[in-house]
Protein backbone atom coordinates (compact mmCIF):
# COMPACT_ATOMS: atom_id res chain seq x y z
CA UNK A 1 0.00 0.00 0.00
CA UNK A 2 1.33 3.50 -0.95
CA UNK A 3 2.47 5.86 2.36
CA UNK A 4 2.51 9.43 1.81
CA UNK A 5 6.18 10.39 1.70
CA UNK A 6 5.89 14.09 3.82
CA UNK A 7 2.78 15.13 6.45
CA UNK A 8 0.15 16.96 5.12
CA UNK A 9 0.80 20.28 6.31
CA UNK A 10 -1.68 21.99 8.24
CA UNK A 11 -2.95 25.01 5.82
CA UNK A 12 -3.63 22.19 3.60
CA UNK A 13 -5.72 19.91 5.34
CA UNK A 14 -7.45 22.71 6.82
CA UNK A 15 -8.13 23.72 2.85
CA UNK A 16 -9.66 20.21 2.40
CA UNK A 17 -12.10 20.69 5.19
CA UNK A 18 -13.00 24.54 4.84
CA UNK A 19 -15.96 22.89 2.90
CA UNK A 20 -16.97 20.77 5.42
CA UNK A 21 -20.29 23.13 6.25
CA UNK A 22 -23.19 22.60 8.35
CA UNK A 23 -26.17 22.35 6.30
CA UNK A 24 -29.76 24.14 8.07
CA UNK A 25 -32.69 21.41 8.50
CA UNK A 26 -34.86 20.55 5.56
CA UNK A 27 -37.90 21.90 6.30
CA UNK A 28 -41.89 21.60 4.44
CA UNK A 29 -44.81 23.06 4.75
CA UNK A 30 -47.74 21.10 6.38
CA UNK A 31 -50.23 21.35 3.93
CA UNK A 32 -53.53 21.44 6.98
CA UNK A 33 -51.63 24.32 8.84
CA UNK A 34 -48.99 25.50 7.43
CA UNK A 35 -46.88 25.36 10.00
CA UNK A 36 -42.84 24.01 9.28
CA UNK A 37 -42.10 20.19 9.39
CA UNK A 38 -39.22 17.68 8.53
CA UNK A 39 -40.28 16.23 5.13
CA UNK A 40 -41.92 12.85 5.58
CA UNK A 41 -42.59 13.08 8.97
CA UNK A 42 -46.21 13.75 10.82
CA UNK A 43 -46.55 17.68 11.85
CA UNK A 44 -45.69 18.37 15.23
CA UNK A 45 -48.57 21.09 16.03
CA UNK A 46 -51.17 19.28 13.91
CA UNK A 47 -50.50 15.38 13.92
CA UNK A 48 -51.40 15.62 10.22
CA UNK A 49 -49.80 12.96 7.44
CA UNK A 50 -50.82 12.13 4.25
CA UNK A 51 -54.26 12.57 4.61
CA UNK A 52 -55.04 11.38 7.90
CA UNK A 53 -54.28 12.88 11.52
CA UNK A 54 -51.94 10.98 13.99
CA UNK A 55 -52.34 13.07 17.06
CA UNK A 56 -54.80 12.49 19.90
CA UNK A 57 -57.33 14.64 21.48
CA UNK A 58 -56.22 14.88 24.69
CA UNK A 59 -52.43 15.38 23.14
CA UNK A 60 -53.35 19.08 22.11
CA UNK A 61 -53.91 20.46 24.98
Not at 14 to 33: D, E, F, G, T, V
Request: net charge positive; charged share 30%; proline share 11%.
Amino acid sequence: MALPKRKTSRSKSRKRRANYKISPPALSLCPNCNELKPPHRACPSCGYYKGRTFKKQSEEQ
